[in-house]
């Protein structure tokens, strides 16, 4: 049974960073597409950004240039890089996985954690 794992989030000033992560555990899979997901209180839960399994990247255009995103295959993590962070990215954030076992791929979400930004 896949499960993912976050950890990383807490609270922070603005202007400050924070790096979160996401640990896939689990044997025989191959993951594909990773991402970062974030929910603020009485909002939908929007992307963040999301990285292939090639590398290629892709940011909200409201984080680009402070997020990075990242991932580690032999580890099964993806990281968030949060820097200069504002209280605009106050949230939970999610992790959420394509993983491939044998030849059936399944969406995985993590449980989320929670970022707070205080101005």
């Known amino acids: 049974q896949v499960q993912l794992v976050e950890s990383g989030g807490g609270l922070v000033q603005a202007g400050g960073s924070l790096r979160l992560s996401c640990a896939a555990s689990?044997?025989?899979?191959?993951?594909?597409?990773m991402g970062w997901y974030r929910q603020a209180p009485g909002k939908q839960r929007e992307l963040v950004a999301t990285i292939t399994s090639g590398g290629t990247t892709n940011y909200a255009d409201s984080v680009k240039g402070r997020f990075t995103i990242s991932r580690d295959n032999a580890k099964n993590t993806v990281y968030l890089q949060m820097n200069n962070l504002n209280p605009e990215d106050t949230a939970v954030y999610y992790c959420?996985?394509?993983?491939?076992?044998?030849?059936?791929?399944?969406?995985?979400w993590g449980q989320g954690t929670q970022v707070t930004v205080s101005s």
């Open positions: 959420k996985m394509n993983i491939q076992i044998s030849v059936r791929s399944y969406l995985y």
């Open positions: 689990g044997s025989g899979i191959s993951i594909n597409t």
